[in-house]
């Protein structure tokens, strides 16, 4: 298995900047398509960016296409989201998230970590 640690969360103004950080032990990173959620109060946890085992393959979702950034360092077990232009509406905890096949929903991830806050102000 593999477990699962975020950073980088935090307070930001809206049309600020954060990096997120996913740390990786147990297993290779290679193994698995990774995978950033979020999740608002009261709402589902919808899928934010995921990235195959290789980097070649990457998926947005469409409120955050142009804004945000996944990368992966399968050397140093990292994940990364650069967020940038961040809204209001970005406000949320945030996953990473491993899975080793199917890769666009919460369901197909196998492993969690515990999140990290990001809030976003007016």
């Known amino acids: 298995q593999v477990q699962l640690v975020e950073s980088g969360g935090g307070l930001v103004q809206a049309g600020g900047s954060l990096r997120l950080s996913c740390a990786a032990s147990?297993?290779?990173?290679?193994?698995?398509?990774m995978g950033w959620f979020r999740q608002a109060p009261g709402e589902e946890r919808d899928i934010v960016a995921a990235i195959s085992r290789n980097g070649d393959n990457i998926y947005y979702g469409d409120s955050v296409k142009g804004r945000f950034t996944i990368s992966r360092d399968n050397a140093k077990k990292m994940v990364y989201l650069q967020m940038n232009s961040l809204k209001v509406e970005d406000t949320a905890v945030y996953y990473c998230?491993?899975?080793?096949?199917?890769?666009?929903?919460?369901?197909?991830?196998?492993?969690w970590g515990q999140g990290t806050q990001v809030t976003v102000s007016s």
């Open positions: 147990g297993r290779p990173l290679s193994w698995y398509n």
């Open positions: 998230a491993a899975a080793g096949s199917a890769w666009l929903r919460a369901m197909d991830y196998d492993y």
